[in-house]
């Protein structure tokens, strides 16, 4: 099994990790052998992303926090989730860590009641 660190693909605390999940992804994702993608352990901020396709099995292991912010308006596709998984064959998710949507924060600011072109809220959606 071949291993996919995000910090090897640039990922650091405090910093947008979608570009290094988005590498560490593609590159398990071409893989024709099993591989894993490992979130580290720590606290992680993802603006958003859009995780799809792949030759063999991925395991996606989340060790650490993945946190969205806390302003749904500042999802850069406001018609698309925080987190996306589709077309995925073979995925497992491991490692014990935490997806954190900031919810109690998140769902003050929901005014799609009231408003049809509201902006999503971070949610995780999967399609496999």
């Not at 926090?65 to 698309?80: F, W």
């Not at 600011?109 to 496999?128: F, R, Y």
């Amino acid at each position: 099994q071949t291993i996919f660190d995000i910090t090897k693909f640039g990922a650091k605390p405090g910093a947008d990790i979608r570009q290094a999940l988005l590498s560490a992804w593609d590159a398990a994702a071409k893989s024709s052998t099993p591989s894993k993608v490992v979130v580290p352990a720590g606290n992680w901020y993802l603006s958003q992303i859009l995780l799809q396709e792949n030759k063999a099995p991925i395991e996606l292991n989340v060790q650490g926090t993945i946190e969205a912010d806390a302003d749904p308006g500042k999802l850069p596709n406001k018609q698309a989730e925080w987190i996306t998984i589709n077309y995925v064959d073979g995925l497992t998710l491991t490692g014990g860590g935490v997806f954190d949507g900031k919810g109690q924060q998140a769902w003050k600011q929901n005014d799609c009641g009231s408003n049809t072109e509201c902006a999503k809220l971070p949610i995780v959606s999967e399609t496999i």
